[in-house]
């Protein structure tokens, strides 16, 4: 059974940082694009950044440039999302997801991926 957990969610003061992790069960990640996903309440599911098979694809949405680092450890079957200087409107419930693609391919649009985590809460505020 293909499974995704995400952990390292929780509640953090703007400015801080937080790092969240993606592992996957029943199957390997080294053969999967990986995405971030995020849902605030009352919006839609939006791509916050994706990383190809190979790893030399990396997106972000802009609004996290600069701020957040997507990796991933094939040897560790995990990927992970490095926020730092949050944002209270990083708050929302944080997704990973994955999709067999070419190994250069990083889609970051919703409907791309057909595996998903249960999410993990963010939640900025002082």
């Known amino acids: 059974q293909l499974q995704l957990v995400e952990s390292g969610g929780g509640l953090v003061q703007p400015g801080g940082s937080l790092r969240l992790s993606c592992a996957a069960s029943?199957?390997?990640?080294?053969?999967?694009?990986i995405g971030w996903f995020r849902q605030a309440p009352g919006k839609e599911r939006e791509g916050v950044s994706c990383i190809s098979i190979s790893g030399g694809r990396r997106d972000y949405t802009d609004s996290v440039k600069g701020r957040f680092t997507i990796s991933r450890d094939n040897a560790k079957n995990t990927v992970y999302l490095q926020m730092a200087s949050l944002k209270p409107e990083d708050t929302a419930v944080y997704y990973c997801?994955?999709?067999?693609?070419?190994?250069?391919?990083?889609?970051?649009?919703?409907?791309?991926?057909?595996?998903w985590g249960q999410g993990t809460q963010v939640t900025v505020s002082s």
């Open positions: 997801a994955v999709v067999r693609t070419p190994p250069v391919l990083c889609p970051m649009r919703r409907t791309s991926y057909n595996t």
């Open positions: 029943g199957f390997t990640l080294d053969r999967y694009a």
